[in-house]
């Protein structure tokens, strides 16, 4: 009951942290300046998953050795990664961006896409668990 209480209430705070992210990304890339020939739908770029989708990779690396390491419960682990994380991060936002990026034919900014965001998340988990081993 412990667990499900704990993913709920971290859940509730990552899926909040989320929104913040993405609401600061969509103000600020609204002041950006267009380039002639291009609509600003064109020119999206999904910085804000990338930055949740990250954190939580390396927020799931450190809550498993953290919360042993503290003397915390599984429950508290389960409710960091299940809840926090998975409340944070967003593999669906993900993969519409990805193909979204290939319908407007931005071939390489898909590619990039799904580089960055496997490279930095699997560096994220790894220093993550480096951090807390």
Request: a neutral charge; aromatic letters at 10%.
């Amino acid at each position: 009951m412990i667990s499900a209480v704990l993913v709920g209430i971290f859940g509730i705070s990552g899926a909040l942290l989320r929104f913040a992210t993405d609401s600061w990304f969509a103000h600020h890339s609204s002041q950006r300046t267009v380039r002639p020939g291009l609509s600003e739908d064109r020119l999206h770029w999904p910085w804000a998953t990338l930055v949740v989708n990250v954190a939580g990779s390396f927020v799931i690396g450190i809550s498993y050795g953290l919360t042993a390491q503290l003397g915390l419960g599984h429950e508290w682990s389960i409710g960091l990664a299940t809840g926090f994380a998975g409340g944070l991060t967003t593999f669906s936002s993900w993969t519409t961006a990805t193909v979204r990026l290939l319908g407007e034919a931005r071939f390489g900014a898909a590619a990039m896409n799904i580089a960055v965001n496997l490279v930095l998340g699997l560096g994220a988990a790894a220093a993550g668990i480096a951090l807390v081993s």
